[in-house]
């Protein structure tokens, strides 16, 4: 018997992995025929020789969904997955589908870039937030979860310097787009995912409320609501 449930891709973001979203998907497997990969370098997967970079990632996702035909899938994308999805829609037209965005960072610059870069140091982050280091390390085994900051960090500094999606770019989105924050988010703003949203051709916007950045502190059967409602009306 075939599975007649839609198709839904859902992309993780920097220092992340699909294993993430554990609970979210629990939310939506019946709603949905669900697809997880992790980026190059993350999740275990080895890491590549060339720079982290938006266009790198955007390639691998293109990739991986050639080679299971699943071009024009519809694509949940947290922080950084959300980025690398509108970042195909721009360049790769009929690559993805629709698009729901959470929590993605869409205003880069230096002063930016040098901030997020400054809270990727491993010595700090061990002795700061030692349980944080033991996630990461084990998120990211048998990888070296230093080495995944080292080029996260530098992808960042790339991203202050040209910011992969413009405001020109996004006006060329042809894709519906739910572009979403949360209200307690302190790395993204609303101000600039007001501002993605409006430069959007075919966007909607939703502000989740009493959420912070981190996925694992986002309801889960909140956002499945939301995931639910907007890919399958």
């Known amino acids: 018997m075939g599975n007649d449930r839609q198709p839904l891709l859902l992309l993780h973001g920097a220092l992340g992995a699909a294993s993430q979203f554990d609970g979210l998907a629990g ?13 190059p370098g993350h999740g275990g997967e080895p890491i590549p020789q060339e720079p982290f970079s938006i266009p790198g990632f955007a390639g691998a996702v293109g990739s991986w969904l050639s080679a299971r035909g699943l071009e024009g899938i519809d694509v949940f994308g947290y922080s950084m997955g959300g980025y690398v999805a509108l970042h195909m829609a721009r360049h790769a037209p009929g690559s993805v589908g629709r698009i729901f965005t959470l929590a993605t ?7 930016t870039s040098a901030r997020e870069t400054a809270m990727l140091d491993p010595v700090k982050i061990e002795a700061k937030v030692p349980a944080f280091a ?8 048998p990888g070296d979860w230093k080495d995944v900051l ?7 500094t790339n991203l202050g310097e040209r910011n992969e999606l ?15 924050v949360g209200d307690r988010d302190q790395m993204v703003t609303i101000e600039e995912t007001l501002a993605a949203y ?3 051709p075919a966007a909607r916007l939703i502000v989740l409320p009493g959420t912070p950045h981190p996925l694992e502190r986002v309801s889960p059967q909140r956002l499945g609501r939301e995931i639910v409602g907007f890919f399958m009306s």
């Open 27 to 39: 939310e939506l497997a019946a709603h949905f025929d669900l697809h997880t990969l992790n980026l």
């Open 105 to 111: 960072k869409f205003a880069w610059d230096a002063q």
């Open 134 to 141: 033991e996630q990461l390390r084990a998120r990211h085994a």
């Open 150 to 156: 080292a080029k996260t960090s530098e992808m960042m």
């Open 166 to 180: 413009t405001g020109d770019d996004l006006r060329q989105v042809g894709t519906e787009v739910m572009v979403g």
């Open 198 to 200: 409006r430069a959007l």
